[in-house]
């Protein structure tokens, strides 16, 4: 199966850091990632892991694989109000089909 | 052009009438995809171009959605005998292949409303 599942509504007060989870299902999966879609807008990529890896740290964004539970998560350091938008987890088999999951909307609050 | 360009940005149309969404890839993009994003559903697959061909159709959800995609660059969704369940953002993806990250780009998307 090729199911990406993500827990829909975040909310967290800025300054504090936000962790957004991913399960997938697809074991030969070989690029997992994280895209950001801003209101109106269309999704951009925020970071990307390989599936060999265990962690991936780059700038205020943490992301950590768990490849034997088959889960993802993204985490904002020190969260800001430009960071309310929707997170996307994607899982690609090489190039071909990349499947994402039903996204995150992250609620910044003042 | 810099970007994924879609086409038209909205579209308003009466059930049963045909529609078609265009989709202008980034030059020298030779993989194309679609996807549908409707509220609260996330971003469902739809049809993945290689080229000009699709390996990959399993995502159309019913035999009125079709695609093409002709010298490997712009791309037409055509729906036709348009349903209210068809409402949604139509999004379009290009990539580069063989890609480092297999990074898509997005367009802004279509956005369909059926009355």
């Known amino acids: 199966g090729e199911d990406v599942e993500q827990s829909l509504f975040l909310s967290v007060r800025e300054g504090d850091s936000s962790v957004i989870n991913c399960t997938y299902t697809d074991s030969s999966s070989t690029y997992l990632y994280w895209y950001k879609q801003e209101p109106g807008a269309g999704l951009q990529l925020l970071t990307y892991i390989f599936s060999n890896m265990d962690m991936k740290q780059d700038q205020r964004l943490t992301v950590l694989l768990n490849k034997k539970d088959k889960h993802l998560s993204l985490r904002i350091a020190d969260t800001q109000t430009g960071d309310s938008a929707i997170y996307f987890c994607a899982e690609a088999r090489g190039y071909q089909k990349v499947t994402f999951g039903t996204g995150t909307k992250l609620q910044v609050i003042p | 052009g810099a970007g994924v360009s879609q086409s038209p940005s909205n579209k308003v149309t009466e059930k049963g009438k045909d529609v078609e969404l265009r989709c202008d890839p980034i030059?020298?993009?030779?993989?194309l995809y679609w996807y549908r994003q409707s509220l609260g559903q996330g971003l469902e697959f739809l049809i993945y171009?290689?080229?000009?061909?699709?390996?990959?159709k399993s995502g159309l959800p019913s035999d009125r959605f079709s695609a093409e995609r002709t010298g490997g660059s712009v791309s037409t969704l055509t729906i036709q005998r348009t349903q209210q369940e068809d409402s949604a953002v139509y999004l379009c993806?290009?990539?580069?292949?063989?890609?480092?990250?297999?990074?898509?780009?997005f367009g802004e998307g279509s956005r369909l409303t059926v009355l």
């Open positions: 030059s020298g993009h030779t993989a």
């Open positions: 171009f290689q080229g000009n061909s699709a390996p990959d």
């Open positions: 993806a290009s990539s580069s292949l063989p890609g480092q990250t297999g990074e898509l780009f």
